[in-house]
């Protein structure tokens, strides 16, 4: 029985319609799909009912079967939810053994407003992945921090290091050192209004860079892809 649109849905359809007409396009211009496929999903005729068959929390597989799109609720600064269209394809992760999941490191600034939100979204987006999330908060043995953060760091896959509100506290920035030193894949995501702005040695590295997570986690689930094949994760 087909589920009912409602308000809700109806307007999740809209802003998905857009997500999907963008991402569509970043999967032809990646060839992760044919001309034909293209030319397809272009035409609001179909994408009008996968927007709002994702609206109402179902996945939907490309002909190919190899792309699938799954929709997510993410978040904002403030927690008001959003929806989100993930792509995911096998040809984009490679993990160096399928059976074993790639793990992250992460390090931020540690306050409710950026925990509770930051980390509902990378766990919604590592739960498509496989990636198993590694804080930098958790772990901590016989008062030994330090040792336990490069620990982390060493053993992770790859990490991501955010700088939003870390103003006068640049344990961040000792972490992406750390990192720089090991000579160890990572993103940084640079909060654009951070007063005190950033140290001039990062820039130029691996940064995304985001004035609300809507635009963050838009950016960072396209780059992904082609991060994991750089560094042959």
């Not at 330090?146 to 961040?172: C, G, M, Q, W, Y």
Request: net charge positive; hydrophobic share 35%.
């Amino acid at each position: 029985m087909p589920r009912r649109k409602t308000h809700k849905n109806i307007n999740k359809a809209k802003i998905l319609l857009k997500d999907l007409k963008y991402k569509i396009n970043w999967l032809f211009h990646r060839n992760a799909i044919t001309r034909k496929e293209y030319e397809k999903f272009s035409n609001d005729s179909i994408l009008k009912p996968l927007a709002e068959l994702l609206s109402t929390g179902q996945s939907y597989k490309m002909p190919s079967g190899n792309i699938e799109m799954i929709p997510l609720t993410l978040r904002e600064f403030d927690g008001t939810e959003f929806p989100f269209v993930l792509i995911t394809a096998q040809e984009f992760i490679r993990p160096r053994n399928p059976k074993k999941k790639l793990k992250c490191f992460i390090g931020h600034r540690f306050k409710k407003i950026v925990t509770d939100n930051l980390r509902h979204n990378l766990a919604s987006v590592f739960d498509c992945f496989g990636i198993t999330p590694d804080y930098s908060d958790t772990g901590y043995q016989n008062g030994q921090v330090f040792n336990t953060i490069i620990s982390k760091i060493k053993a992770a896959n790859f990490r991501i290091f955010d700088n939003r509100l870390t103003e006068h506290k640049p344990n961040v920035y000792i972490e992406i050192g750390a990192a720089i030193i090991l000579k160890k894949p990572y993103y940084f995501f640079e909060f654009k209004d951070t007063k005190e702005g950033v140290p001039s040695d990062l820039h130029g590295l691996l940064t995304l860079r985001y004035s609300n997570y809507k635009e963050l986690f838009h950016e960072f689930s396209l780059t992904f892809p082609d991060f994991i094949e750089t560094y042959k994760l």
